[in-house]
């Protein structure tokens, strides 16, 4: 269409109850926002935080590290709750585009916490106590298959 910029794209869509033709513009995937993901991990391991996102043996809230697949991870902060037994929580943001590689990023968080006392991994809100590579990924993909 004329006058139209370049990075939009234009496709008709008929409407069958009034049969007129309305133009919807439709995004290209590069122009879309990243999709963010709540990663929150369940811990007794104070490492295990430093060995995900630490830059410099150093530990604070909004670093972003590149992960395998494509992703970033951003971390945060950490949940301590003051009492014995209970484990720390560590909070994530998984920044993403739609076209990453979800078996690569779980592959690499389950070798992170495989052999860790890891409780629970919760990725927005869905917990996962199953700990295993494949019950990461399904979880993943899951996650990101509705946000699509």
Same mark, same amino acid.
Do not use: K, Q
């Given at each position: 269409m004329a006058g139209q910029p370049a990075d939009v794209q234009y496709v008709p869509i008929t409407f069958q109850r009034a049969g007129s033709l309305a133009v919807v513009p439709t995004y290209p995937r590069a122009l879309c926002a990243p999709m963010k993901i709540q990663l929150q991990?369940?811990?007794?391991?104070?490492?295990?935080?430093?060995?995900? #996102? /630490?830059v410099s043996n150093t530990l604070k809230?909004?670093?972003? #590290? /590149?992960?395998?697949?494509?992703a970033k991870l951003q971390y945060e902060g950490t949940l301590v709750r003051k009492a014995v037994g209970i484990p720390e929580v560590l909070q994530f943001i998984v920044d993403a585009?739609?076209?990453i590689e979800l078996a690569l990023l779980a592959t690499?968080?389950?070798e992170k916490v495989k052999s860790r006392p890891v409780e629970r991994i919760t990725v927005n809100r869905r917990i996962i106590t199953e700990i295993t590579e494949d019950r990461i990924r399904q979880v993943f993909e899951e996650e990101f298959r509705f946000h699509e």
């Open positions: 991990i369940e811990t007794h391991d104070r490492t295990l935080g430093f060995d995900l #996102v /630490a809230s909004g670093t972003v #590290v /590149a992960v395998p697949g494509g585009s739609v076209n690499w968080l389950y």
